[in-house]
């Protein structure tokens, strides 16, 4: 039987303050640094599709899971994991670890914002003079050479003092917010959510207010729409959308897990999502309207710079173009002032949301004190940060944060985390404890998103994004000449350690662990022979793609193998799918051959999704008009004769509606009040 764990756990003193702190966790350096320059590098306004379905199909359902996760068993990601099944708690340290990763590198960024705070304070006080002014494109190398030369490269030796100090300085910052507890992180947001968006708003109105900004503008939003179809546009999309919404790192898991037992959870997840979204898009019209006005100034000055000269990549868009574009405004100081401080107090609360779950997720395991824990992780976590204030510490800052983004990065853990609490758990459990809570209610059609939808979309990029990989010149480790990569073979290994390490962690005991049987146990066992089908259709399905995966020689064989393997696929899923039907009667359980038999055959849909994309990427190319339009009449009439015959099952076949158990959780809910605060 289900049971509400009820523990004594901190919690946030208010709704106001956990909605701030998940705010502040995911409104970072991802939405000012990040997002204004992935939409500008994939498609400008055609980016925003990807990006808007990545936000809001895959994004807020994802984050409604993790919230009622971490609500329901009042533990942070693993062991949130663990009490769904003992086998799943390496999903969440997965998870836990690459925010890890995270955590080395991001406060290595907010030393640079804490440098260049320092030189514009300084500007200020030497009379509006900025170490990396200049003028024309003359002035763009002075503020390029200023990053890359004088700030990085300050110092002959290895290590760089000079960002290693602020580096020191961010990690006592996140330190002192964090160490007194959640009560006082939701204290602290009040500060560092709502500064950086007036400074923000101040940064936009001036922006908007240039001469020019709309030629900026215009950088921005023009659509591109031959992007959408490239792969890398949509793993750019999702990669951004995890990781601006902090989901998969088992933060969002972490700080549920200490809301008050009443809290809302589905309202909180789209405020939650729509503040992000929010953000970076003005973020975006703030950084481009003013890179605008800077070039119409620069051009009466008869020194033309226009924004394709200025825009770079990641750092550069941050640390170079913009502080040069700030550089030529009146006030320049101040203004540079205002940039960095947002910077900063944008990015905080970020990086110490994640240290905060990681924390959590080792005191929870091992029940050793949070006093200890805190300062031993802090060093460990700064020792790491070492390696990018070395000399080449930028280049390896990019590998990792763009393995992260990568094919085994957050996509991966986010879709494993759908499909096994899809598949191997009652997540109609945790609909239902979310909504008994919440200000709406979600419907059934969450739990399919989040057992078969998004695990398609993110499975298909993951599939499409490895074969890309591995089939790419000279494969994922080797440059074009064949030699290895060394930054890359790096960064691969890391991401693969992770789960090496999450699985060698998850299999240590934990301290105190008392199991929340979800699965009726002990009930009579339904459906082992659909299930048995389901796995050996799901089988045959992967075994087709894998086939076709080799083999991508085109032809009539090839596309009867594809089509053939969708079939199988989707009957493996609904084979799956009526099998966990049935275990959603009181003390029966489904059978594991078909929960093995849905989540094999969920793959295999995305592999064929992949597969097809592949195809008509590259094969495809070559394929008579005819045939291309006999495929097309195929895909739509497959999309049809699935709808029909899911819908005649429906009203023919099963016309009752299905018997719903009610929880234990929701009878007692209102005698047992808030024994968690
Ligand atoms: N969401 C943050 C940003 O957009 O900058 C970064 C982040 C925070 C990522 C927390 C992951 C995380 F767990």
């Known amino acids: 039987m289900p049971q509400l764990q009820e523990e004594r756990r901190e919690s946030w003193g208010t709704r106001s303050g956990f909605i701030l702190a998940a705010v502040g966790s995911a409104v970072g350096l991802g939405n000012l640094w990040g997002f204004p320059y992935k939409l500008y590098d994939n498609g400008g306004a055609a980016f925003l599709i990807p990006y808007v379905v990545a936000m809001f199909v895959v994004g807020i359902p994802v984050m409604i899971l993790e919230f009622s996760l ?45 440098s260049f705070l320092w030189y514009s304070i300084k500007g200020i006080l030497n009379g509006g003079q900025l170490p ?88 921005y939003l023009i659509p591109d729409w031959s992007e959408l179809l490239k792969p890398t546009t949509w793993q750019a ?18 700080y549920a897990s200490f809301l008050h037992r009443k809290s809302d959870l589905n309202n909180n997840a789209v405020i939650i999502g729509l503040a992000d979204f929010a953000t970076s898009f ?69 990086a110490f949301s994640i240290t905060e779950s990681v924390l959590a997720s080792v005191v929870d395991k091992t029940g050793w004190k949070r006093s200890i824990v805190l300062p031993v992780m ?15 510490g930028l280049n390896w800052l990019g590998v990792i944060a763009d393995n992260i983004y990568g094919t085994w990065g957050i996509g991966f853990v986010g879709m494993l985390e759908c499909i096994v609490l899809g598949w191997f758990w009652r997540i109609d459990f945790l609909r239902r404890h979310a909504n008994n809570r919440s200000d709406w209610r979600i419907n059934r059609l969450w739990d399919f998103l989040i057992r078969i939808i998004i695990p398609v979309i993110l499975g298909t990029l993951f599939i499409w994004g490895l074969y890309s ?9 080797r440059d074009e000449s064949g030699k290895l990569d060394v930054m890359n073979c790096t960064g691969f290994v890391v991401m693969m350690a992770a789960p090496i390490l999450a699985i060698s962690v998850s299999i240590i005991k934990s301290s105190k662990r008392t199991d929340v049987l979800m699965h009726g146990r002990g009930g009579t066992i339904k459906g082992r022979k659909q299930g048995f089908i389901s796995l050996v259709f799901a089988l045959i399905a992967v075994g087709m793609i894998v086939f076709l995966l080799v083999n991508a020689a085109g032809g009539r064989q090839y596309r009867i193998v594809l089509w053939a393997s969708l079939l199988f696929a989707v009957a493996a899923v609904g084979l799956g799918n009526i099998t966990l039907g049935k275990y959603n009667r009181q003390l029966t359980e489904a059978s594991w051959f078909g929960r093995w038999g849905g989540m094999v055959g969920t793959l295999g849909i995305s592999g064929f999704t992949a597969t097809w994309l592949i195809y008509y990427t590259t094969v495809h190319a070559e394929l008579t008009k005819q045939q291309r339009i006999h495929e097309l009449m195929l895909v739509v009439l497959v999309f049809i004769a699935s709808g029909l015959i899911w819908c005649t099952y429906k009203a023919i076949l099963k016309p009752e509606e299905p018997f719903e158990p009610q929880l234990p959780e929701e009878i007692g809910d209102e005698g047992r009040a808030d024994s968690g605060d």
């Open 237 to 254: 999309a999702f990669g951004q959308a995890f990781f601006s919404l902090s989901l998969a790192f088992g933060v969002m898991v972490t």
């Open 469 to 477: 990989d591995l089939t790419g010149k000279g494969g994922f480790l």
């Open 378 to 392: 802090s060093l460990i976590g700064f020792g790491f940060g070492l390696i990018f204030v070395t000399r080449n």
């Open 70 to 114: 971490g609500h329901f068993t009042q533990r942070a990601a693993p062991d949130a994991f663990g009490r769904a099944h003992k086998r799943l708690e390496f999903v969440g340290w997965w998870g836990i670890i690459l925010g890890f990763v995270i955590v080395t590198f991001y406060p290595a960024i907010l030393a640079y914002c804490f």
């Open 282 to 350: 003005v973020a975006g019209l703030a950084i481009f309207a003013t890179l605008g006005g800077m070039s119409y100034i620069t051009r009466q000055a008869g020194n033309p710079v226009g924004v394709e000269d200025v825009i770079a990549g990641g750092p550069g868009l941050a640390f170079v173009a913009f502080p040069y574009a700030l550089a030529q405004l009146p006030a320049a100081a101040w203004w540079s002032v205002i940039f960095f401080f947002t910077l900063l107090t944008l990015g905080i609360d970020s």
């Open 132 to 219: 990396w002014a200049g003028q024309g494109i003359e002035g763009v190398k002075r503020a390029e050479e200023f990053f890359y030369q004088t700030y990085l490269h300050k110092h002959e030796g290895l290590l760089q003092w000079n960002i290693i100090l602020p580096l020191i300085l961010s990690w006592l910052t996140m330190y002192f917010c964090i160490f007194r507890g959640v009560k006082l992180v939701g204290k602290i947001v009040w500060l560092t959510v709502p500064l950086p968006w007036l400074m923000l708003a101040v940064l936009t109105v001036n922006g908007l207010m240039l001469k020019g900004s709309i030629d900026g503008l215009t950088y």
